[in-house]
Every structure is written in C-alpha cells, then in structure tokens.
Nanobody, 125 residues
Framework: QVQLVESGGGSVQTGGSLRLSCAAS????????MGWFRQAPGKEREGVAG????????VYANSVKGRFTISQDKAKNTMYLQMSSLKPEDTAMYYC??????????????????WGQGTQVTVSS
C-alpha cells in the first residue's frame, strides 16, 4: 500500500496556473500506474491524467489536453500536475492515485487501489 499526499491546490482566476504535487511513500517499487482525478460537487470522479512510472508514458483527458501536464520525479517520490489556462469548470477537489494491477483504462477510478485525501482547486471567472 502506498501513502499519497497531495498539495498545491488553491484559488486562481481564469487563465491562471497551479502545480499540484503528490508525494508517495513508495513511488515506483509497486505502483504500475499513477493518476490524477478530480471531483466537483454533485459530479462523478473523473480521470484527468495518468502516467506509467516505469516508461513515463502519459494519458490525458480530452478536457485538459494541451493545458495540463503530468510528470514525475522518481528521486523525490513525487508526481506533479502542472495546470495552465485554468477555467472555472476545472474547479474541483483533485486526487492522486496509485494502481498495481492491469492499469487499464488508466483514467478510470476503478483502475486504482490507493488514493490521497485531495487538494481543492478553485478557479474564479
């Protein structure tokens, strides 16, 4: 089991940027995929971006493609989500997650085993 702690959330205006971090207790030893998800009030949790730690391959939801970048620093046991050109519809609680199994589909919540507590992102117009 991996312990995950998100940070970096906050409030920004439309067009602003934020970088989220996900510190993992054991980043690559067991996780076959890592992902960022978000959940707005009254909505289902949706996949934003995923990464396969060993290969570095990434996957993005269409809604964030070109605006968000997922990355990792294995030496720091940390995954990041750089968010740019933020929109009010990006407002949500953002979670990071780690998966150990087949890891596909990588943007589906059921793919993942461990979750962080979340960090709030609010984008005002």
């Amino acid at each position: 089991q991996v312990q995950l702690v998100e940070s970096g959330g906050g409030s920004v205006q439309t067009g602003g940027s934020l970088r989220l971090s996900c510190a993992a207790s054991d980043y690559t030893a067991s996780s076959r995929c890592m992902g960022w998800f978000r959940q707005a009030p009254g909505k289902e949790r949706e996949g934003v971006a995923g990464i396969y730690p060993n290969s570095g391959s990434t996957v993005y939801a269409n809604s964030v493609k070109g605006r968000f970048t997922i990355s990792q620093d294995k030496a720091k046991n940390t995954m990041y989500l750089q968010m740019s050109s933020l929109k009010p519809e990006d407002t949500a609680m953002y979670y990071c997650a780690a998966g150990y199994g087949r890891c596909w589909p990588v943007l589906m919540p059921n793919t993942y085993n461990d979750w962080g507590q979340g960090t709030q992102v609010t984008v005002s117009s």
